[in-house]
RNA sequence: UGGGGUGUAGCCAAGUGGCCUAAGGCACCGGCUUUUGAUGCCGGCAUUCGGAGGUUCGAAUCCUCCCACCCCAGCCA
């Protein structure tokens, strides 16, 4: 999969922020754009981000401007390194470049400082002495207005003076914060004198003990989309309501560009949570082995699961954006995920759980080596040697003592193909005390060689097949949705909707030879089986995703 | 009468007064092809756009009222 980063989808999408963006360009508003991603660095990124990443990356890409990677660290208390580095590694992953413009919140704070004293200097700040308690108290409610703190009237220079010290450390955690005076009776709670700046004794991942002052998001992000001459700013909804103070504060601030904010919906997947709580639970937790737990719809998740990067940039691509709050079916990603693999995936065969075969009119010896076709969908693929013997493996759901009406893979008497081999005919059942069946006894028909009879004779069925002394042994692993429930915690904790069964470990799977050396992260396909990935862990192999199976759906429906 | 949003098929989502008796994708249902019961191909799938009124020759698109759902009362982002 060399060529990940060509995407399925090649039409250029169209929604609401690609129309302002247009709208704005064509106006001679902007001659050129520039977008952001800007990621909290207190957890790994998730299917959620991956639509904003497309969105913010993909906007700067169609429409000739640039995109930044800006880490939104504000909060030292839950901010981390690791995740920093987690975050830069999933983006390069996702086939995006920043190039020179990786920029930190935490590079702006001397400037944000600076506009901050302009702010008490022109009387639109002050320091409140007032408890977390009591803000909320006098904050008011949904229903009714807040009340000005008592602190409110402060001088300007009492002020300074007081948020100077400040940032010298006189002051303990929580004791002041500075907020900004604009209306405490708004209807806009954020708009009821936010705060801007709090007091926290803590090391930060990048400025460690330089400041125990440090703004918020909305002190921050504005003004950095500002210094960093961002044109577009685009959030999830939730932050719809910050807007009116994004506004006021780029309105009254000396900032050197005029940036605007656009919400979007943000992303929910049936089957799953994209919370970085509750994905941060499911790991403290130890409900899953990690954040690049296969189950997980972290990117790292995903990456491991044998997801290609491309199949989540056409899933971007195909669900849109828009502002209704919608929930993805997660059977539109593996849509995507299977439309790639199929056209780049290289097939192979493997048996999951085993049924021995021996030809007995096979020669005993070391057998033969059969050509087979490496992807059916790309004749540039190539095509391998296969190893064929007297004794084989066929999985054991290929088999049935007494099969019913709509059943056409093997059973006594029956005649099907060996995928690039032979046509065989069982002739004997083999059967343990307990009654289960242990091996096949069957026949090949030499003239069949390569899977086609010089008579015409037709099979109804064709089984993918693994020497036996020539295979090699592996765990597979066979994933499910991690949550049995469509969506979680609709009803009660979501933890309570965990899929039991959401990992099924395979031991003893055979494998044809060629599977040995295939590279840790590659994903192919298991003929007849579905897709699977060599994890890093050497013996063991992710199932990616099954293949559709509309036999398995006909059993199921009875 | 707190503020801000959203409502188009099972799930997403185009559409911005007349080529809409409403794109496209996913899902689903048929048929054909097939050395993967995969893939591919063909066909089906909203006389209707949250509801009710109104404006207009003409409305999913404009107006009014109503209904439903989501977000906001962190010194989180």
Redesign the pocket.
């Known amino acids: 999969m060399a060529e990940n980063n060509i995407d399925a989808t090649s039409e250029a999408p ?3 922020i690609r ?1 302002i963006v247009r709208g704005d360009l064509d106006a001679g508003r902007h001659t050129d754009i520039v977008t952001r991603f ?1 990621p ?1 660095p ?1 957890g790994y990124l998730h299917m959620g981000h991956a639509k904003s990443i497309c969105l913010n990356f993909g906007l700067a890409g169609e429409f000739g401007g640039r995109c930044h990677l800006r880490f ?1 660290d ?2 030292p ?2 901010e981390e390194q690791e995740y920093i580095d987690a975050i830069m590694e999933d983006v390069r992953w996702l086939g995006f470049d920043w190039g020179t413009h990786l920029y930190y919140a935490s590079d702006n704070f001397e400037q944000l400082y600076a506009w901050a004293e302009h702010l008490i200097e022109a009387g639109k700040a002050y320091v409140d002495d ?3 308690e009591d ?2 108290e006098y ?5 009714t207005s807040g009340r000005d703190s008592p602190y409110r009237t402060r001088t300007a220079d009492e002020n300074l003076d007081l948020f100077r010290r400040m940032r010298a450390g006189e002051f303990g ?5 500075l907020r900004a005076k604009i209306d405490m009776a708004s ?4 708009l009821r004198d ?2 801007l700046y ?3 004794h803590a090391d930060h991942p990048r400025t460690h003990d330089a400041w125990c002052i ?5 002190f ?2 504005g003004q950095s989309d500002a210094i960093e001459g961002i044109t577009h700013s685009v959030c999830t ?7 009116p103070l994004y506004d006021w504060l780029i309105e009254n601030l000396p900032v050197p560009a005029i940036p605007h904010q656009y919400e979007f ?1 943000r992303l929910n997947m ?1 089957h799953t949570v994209l919370s970085k709580r509750r994905l941060m639970e499911l790991v403290d937790g130890g409900h899953v082995t990690g954040w690049d737990d296969p189950r997980m719809p972290t990117i790292s998740g995903m990456r491991r699961r044998g997801i290609p990067a491309a199949a989540i940039r056409d899933f971007a691509a ?12 997660v ?2 990603l ?2 995507c995920v ?2 790639y693999l ?1 056209q780049r995936a290289v ?1 192979r065969m493997a048996v999951l759980k085993p049924l021995k075969v021996v030809i007995e009119n096979y020669p005993e010896g070391d057998g033969e080596m059969l050509d087979a076709i490496n ?3 790309d004749e540039s693929a190539g095509s391998r040697q296969v190893p064929f013997a007297r004794e084989l493996y066929i999985e054991a759901d290929d088999f049935m003592e007494e099969p019913p009406k ?4 093997l059973g006594p008497g029956r005649e099907v ?1 060996l ?2 081999a032979y046509f065989i005919t069982c002739t004997d059942v083999i059967k343990d005390q307990a009654g289960n069946v242990t091996e096949l006894r069957c026949t090949y028909d030499p003239e069949t060689k ?3 009879a010089p008579d015409g004779r037709k099979v109804k ?2 089984l993918h097949w693994v020497s036996a002394a020539h295979a090699a042994d592996a765990e597979v692993r066979l994933y499910d949705h991690l949550f049995a429930a469509e969506e979680p915690g609709v009803e009660g904790d979501y933890l309570s909707d965990l899929n039991p069964d959401s990992l099924e470990v395979l031991t003893g799977c055979k494998l044809e030879p060629s599977l040995a050396d295939l590279a840790p992260g590659e994903t192919v ?1 298991f ?2 089986l579905g897709y699977f990935c060599r994890d890093a862990d050497a013996g063991v192999f992710n199932r990616t995703l099954s ?5 398995a ?2 059993k199921s429906k009875g």
């Open positions: 169209s929604d609401f129309d800007p909290e207190n939104d504000t909060n208390a839950r007032l408890s977390a803000m909320r904050r008011g409610t949904l229903l955690d929580g004791t002041r914060t209807g806009n709670i954020n936010p705060v709090r007091i926290l440090y703004p918020n998001y909305d921050a992000h909804l939730e932050f719809e309501d910050h807007r919906a049936t195909r669900i849109g954006v828009s502002k209704s709050n919608a929930v993805q079916e059977a539109a593996d849509a299977r439309d199929n097939r992807n059916p969908n709509k059943f056409f893979r193909r995928r690039y390569g899977g086609n069925a064709t396909q003929e007849r293949l559709r199976d509309t036999w759906k006909a």
